[in-house]
């Protein structure tokens, strides 16, 4: 059995010659138009799928941002829940309106942050699935890179026994 392409030498492998070959052949490679090819096409698709990741960590943290804000609206309605009269007549004073028209208006504006944190939700399942599907692609692709390395292997292999005939 061969390894690196080079063939045990009485039972034993030189490790010198195992570190030029390894050496020579990743040279090879990086001059190989296909391999590189194939290699930037699978460096790309992992970016995508890293990046589609980075997608659902900032979807997630939207919905997060969301629900506080909820939380945060509501506290300043059910504040307004049983105002004093002098402070309600106050806050009509200056405002226009009365503590029951804040409570509802704050209320409202929940209502319309939790529908936002809903959307968002889908939204995080949504780039969710987008970055599971980038992945899995990628993760095939890595079949096509390492069919590639054999390739440009079998080539590199051919050329140095070509070498040493020509020798």
């Known amino acids: ?16 010659q195992i570190m030029s070959d390894f050496k020579n052949f990743n040279a090879y490679l990086d001059e190989d138009p296909a ?32 629900m506080m804000a909820v939380d945060v609206v509501r506290q300043q309605q059910f504040k307004l829940e049983e105002l ?5 007549k106050m806050l009509e004073e200056f405002t226009t309106d009365s503590g029951e028209v804040w409570f509802n208006q704050y209320g409202q504006a929940a209502d319309d942050i939790e529908e936002a ?9 949504e780039v969710r699935a987008k970055a599971k ?3 899995v692609e990628a993760q095939k692709h890595c079949t096509f890179l390492d069919y590639a390395r054999e390739q440009a292997r079998e080539v590199f292999n051919k050329q140095q026994e070509e070498a040493k005939t020509d020798a």
């Open 35 to 66: 391999y590189q090819a194939t290699l930037k096409n699978h460096q790309q698709l992992w970016q995508e799928a890293r990046n589609t990741e980075i997608e659902v960590t900032f979807a997630l943290r939207r919905v997060s941002r969301l």
């Open 1 to 16: 059995m061969h390894t690196f392409g080079i063939p045990p030498r009485g039972g034993h492998l030189n490790p010198f």
């Open 117 to 125: 944190a809903v959307a968002a939700c889908a939204m995080v399942i």
């Open 84 to 88: 004093p009269e002098e402070q309600d």
């Open 133 to 135: 599907a980038k992945k």
